[in-house]
C-alpha cells in the first residue's frame, strides 16, 4: 500500500506531549494546519524537518504580553513561543489589539476584553484601546482614579458584554492600577458579567505592604460568590516572599467552590512606568525598596531620590525597572504543580527603545536554567507549565484552544523543536533583545516560521479570539 504523504514531517524527535502522556521518539504527520499523525514508525512527507536528538513539544501559550509589535513577536517565536496573548489589560474594542500584525505576525496573537478602556470610554469619554495603540503606550487618566455612578457601572456591563461578544478572550483587569477608582459595587458588576459569559477575569490584584495577601482574598472571595472563573497574573510579583502563602489560600478557596488559577515571570524585577500610581503612594513599603533599587530601562542608569522625583515629575510615561524580587521566591513558585509560565513582555518598539528581557528569555530560561542545570523541574512539567495548562485555562472562554498546547491528532500544528543541551536565554536587564538560543525550528499552523535556526518570510499567525481564530 502507497504510503501517505503528509503535508510537513517532523521526523524521529523526543516528544514531549504532557496533556497525552507522551515522553518518547516519536513522527508527526501534519496535513492543512493539523496534527494528522503521532506515529512510532516513519511517516513520509512534502517536506520534513528532522527532529533527531532534538526535543519536540508544543508551541509554547502566554498568557501575558504587552508586546504586538515586530520585534515583540520575533522575539517570542524566538523563545518558541507560537501565541502570545494580551490578556492582563486587553483592549477595547478587543480587534483593536495587534491591528499592525494582521497578516504580518509569525506567531498566533490576541486579547482579552480591557476593563480599563471600557473605563476610560465610559468615565471620560476617552479612547484608549489597549496599552499599546499605534505606537505609544496608554495614558492613564481620571478614569484611573475617580469611582463610577451606578449608571456608569451599567454601561461598563454592556461594554464589557459587547467585548466578549466580539471575541475577547475573558476581562482584563488591571485592578492595582485603578485602586483608587474601582469599589466592591464595580468590582461585582465585573465578576457577575464574567461568571455569565464563563470569562476569566485576568486580574493584576491590589497590592498592599509586601507580601500582603488581602488584594488576593478580594479576588478569591469574588470568584466564591459569583461563580467567576479568575486568573492571578505575576502571582511572585505580588506575593513576594509569600507565595507559598498565597497559594495555599488559593487551593483552600478552589476547595471551597473558587475557580481560581495563577501564572509567574522567571526574572527579579517588573517595570511600569515611573508617573503610574504604585510609585505615587508607599510604595517603598509596597516593594520593600529604595529609589537605589530603580533603573531607566532605557539607559540602565541607576536611580536617586532626586533623579527619581525629576522624572516622575517630568515624564510620567518614562519605563523603569524596580528590582525587588528574589531567586528563592521565584524557584518555590515554580515548583507549585498547577503553575503557568507567562513572560509579562513590556513593549518593544525597537532595538533602541529598551524594555525589560522578559519577551526574549522567559521560556529559554525555564529550559536552560531550571529545567536543564537546576533540575528544579523535570521537562515535561515545564512543558505543561508553558504550554498545556494556559491553553486548558481557555478553553471554557474559547473552545478552540482545546487544540493547542498539546500535539495529539486533531491538534493544531504549533509546535517547537529544541536542542535540551544548547538552549539558553540570553536577554539581559541591559542588553534586553539579546534572543534566545538553542531553538532550531518553530512550527505555526503547520508552516515553519523558524527552520534550522533561521527566521523565515512566512507569517501564519492568526488573531485568536473566543469564537476561533481569524485572519483579519
Known amino acids: 500500500m502507497t504510503p501517505i504523504t503528509h503535508d510537513l514531517v517532523v521526523a ?17 504527520g501534519i496535513d492543512d494546519g493539523v496534527v494528522v499523525a503521532v506515529s512510532e514508525e516513519p511517516l513520509v512527507g512534502r517536506d520534513a524537518i528532522d527532529a533527531t536528538g532534538k526535543v519536540v513539544c ?10 504586538p509589535t515586530d520585534l515583540g513577536a520575533y522575539l517570542a517565536a524566538r523563545s518558541g513561543i507560537t501565541t502570545a ?38 468615565v471620560e469619554g476617552a479612547y484608549e484601546p489597549c496599552m499599546v495603540h499605534s505606537g505609544r503606550t496608554f495614558r492613564a487618566g481620571k478614569a484611573f482614579v475617580v469611582p463610577g455612578t451606578g449608571e456608569q457601572l451599567a454601561e461598563m456591563a454592556r461594554h464589557l458584554h459587547e467585548g466578549l461578544d466580539a471575541g475577547g478572550l475573558g476581562i482584563g483587569l488591571l485592578l492595582d492600577y485603578m485602586s483608587r477608582a474601582i469599589d466592591s459595587d464595580e468590582l461585582r458588576m465585573i465578576g457577575e458579567v464574567a461568571a455569565e459569559r464563563s470569562a476569566p ?40 516572599g509569600a507565595v507559598d502563602e ?15 488559577t495563577y501564572e509567574m515571570f522567571v526574572h527579579t524585577a517588573g517595570s511600569t512606568s515611573i ?22 530601562a532605557a539607559t540602565g542608569e541607576w536611580l536617586t531620590e532626586e533623579s527619581f522625583t525629576r522624572i516622575q515629575e517630568s515624564d510620567r510615561g518614562t ?48 529550559l536552560g536554567r531550571y529545567v536543564r542545570d537546576e533540575a528544579l523541574i523535570d521537562l515535561p512539567a515545564a512543558v505543561a507549565k508553558m504550554a498545556w495548562y494556559p491553553a486548558r485555562r481557555l478553553e471554557r472562554i474559547a473552545p478552540h484552544f482545546a487544540r493547542k498546547g498539546r500535539l495529539g491528532v486533531g491538534c493544531d500544528a504549533d509546535l517547537v523543536v529544541f536542542d535540551a543541551s544548547t538552549i539558553e536565554d540570553r536577554a539581559t536587564y541591559l542588553e534586553p533583545y539579546l534572543e534566545a538560543i538553542g531553538v532550531d525550528h518553530v512550527v505555526v499552523a503547520g508552516t515553519p516560521v523558524i527552520r534550522d535556526g533561521e527566521f523565515g518570510e512566512v507569517r501564519p499567525g492568526r488573531r485568536q479570539l473566543s469564537s476561533g481564530p481569524v485572519d483579519v
Open 201 to 240: 477575569i485576568w486580574v493584576h490584584v491590589r497590592r498592599g505592604a509586601a507580601g500582603d495577601p488581602a488584594g488576593l482574598d478580594e479576588m478569591l472571595d469574588l470568584s466564591r460568590d459569583t461563580g467567576a472563573p479568575v486568573h492571578v497574573c505575576h502571582i511572585n510579583a505580588s506575593a513576594m
Open 319 to 366: 519605563t523603569v525597572i524596580h528590582h525587588y524580587m528574589q531567586e528563592e521566591w521565584i524557584r518555590r513558585g515554580l515548583v507549585a504543580e498547577d503553575m503557568i509560565v507567562a513572560t509579562d513582555a513590556m513593549p518593544c518598539f525597537d532595538l533602541e527603545t529598551k524594555s525589560v528581557p522578559n519577551g526574549a528569555g522567559t521560556h529559554a530560561r525555564i
Open 275 to 296: 508617573g503610574v500610581h504604585a510609585f505615587r503612594t508607599d510604595w517603598q513599603e509596597r516593594f520593600a525598596i529604595t529609589y537605589e533599587d530603580i533603573q531607566l
Open 246 to 260: 498565597w497559594l495555599r489560600r488559593i487551593d483552600v478557596a478552589n476547595a471551597d467552590g473558587a475557580d481560581v
Open 85 to 122: 496573548l494580551e490578556l492582563e489589560a486587553g483592549a477595547y474594542p478587543t480587534g483593536i489589539y495587534g491591528l499592525d500584525q494582521v497578516g504580518r505576525s509569525p506567531i498566533h496573537f490576541g486579547a482579552s476584553t480591557g476593563h480599563f478602556a471600557v473605563r476610560a470610554k465610559v
Open 58 to 67: 508544543p508551541g509554547f501559550v502566554d498568557l501575558h504580553t504587552h508586546t
Open 12 to 28: 524521529g524527535g523526543r516528544l514531549v506531549d504532557p496533556a497525552h502522556g507522551i515522553d518518547a521518539v516519536r513522527h508527526l
